[in-house]
C-alpha cells in the first residue's frame, strides 16, 4: 500500500512538471511571435521611407526633385487600397514659373500622376523634407520648397 501512495505522487509530479514546462514553452512562442512582428514591421517602414529619403536635402536638384515625383507617383499608384502608405507632396512657399513648370502652392494629395504635380525646373535646386505619420512611422508628405 505504501509503495502504490508514492508511486501515484510521483506520477503527480511528473505530470505537474509536464503541465508547467509546455506552459512555459507556450508563453515563449508567444511572446516571440510578438518580437518577431515588431521587428518586420520596423523593416517595412524603413524600407518604405528609404525610397524617400535619399531625395532629402536643403539642395537638391531639380532632375532629382522629379525623379522623387515620379517616385511618389509610382508609390501612390501601387499603394491604391491602403491609404495609410499614399504620399502627399506640399509646396513651402508660392512656386512661381521661375522655380516649377506650373505655378503651384498648397498640398497636392496623393498625386497619381506627373502632371498634376508639373515638374521642377532642372536648373534649379530646392529644399526637400519628409514628414512621417506619428503613427505608423510611413512617411506621407514630402514637402518642396525653392533653396534659399
Not at 522629379?66 to 491609404?83: F, K, Y
Not at 515638374?119 to 505619420?133: C, E, H, I, N, W
Amino acid at each position: 500500500m505504501e509503495n502504490a501512495s508514492k508511486a501515484l505522487i510521483i506520477a503527480g509530479a511528473i505530470l505537474l512538471a509536464i503541465l508547467i514546462i509546455s506552459l512555459g514553452i507556450m508563453v515563449y512562442r508567444q511572446a516571440s511571435g510578438v518580437v518577431d512582428s515588431n521587428a518586420m514591421d520596423e523593416v517595412a517602414v524603413s524600407s518604405f521611407n528609404e525610397k524617400f529619403q535619399q531625395y532629402v536635402g536643403d539642395n537638391i536638384r531639380g532632375a532629382n526633385v522629379n525623379a522623387l515625383i515620379n517616385t511618389i507617383v509610382q508609390n501612390n499608384l501601387s499603394n491604391s487600397d491602403d491609404t495609410s502608405k499614399q504620399v502627399s507632396i506640399t509646396f513651402g512657399t508660392a512656386m512661381t514659373t521661375s522655380t516649377w513648370s506650373v505655378a503651384k502652392s498648397g498640398t497636392i494629395t496623393r498625386p497619381t500622376s506627373t502632371s498634376t504635380v508639373g515638374s521642377a525646373l532642372t536648373g534649379r535646386s530646392y529644399k526637400v523634407q519628409t514628414t512621417p505619420d506619428e503613427q505608423s512611422g510611413y512617411i506621407t508628405t514630402v514637402t518642396i520648397s525653392p533653396a534659399s
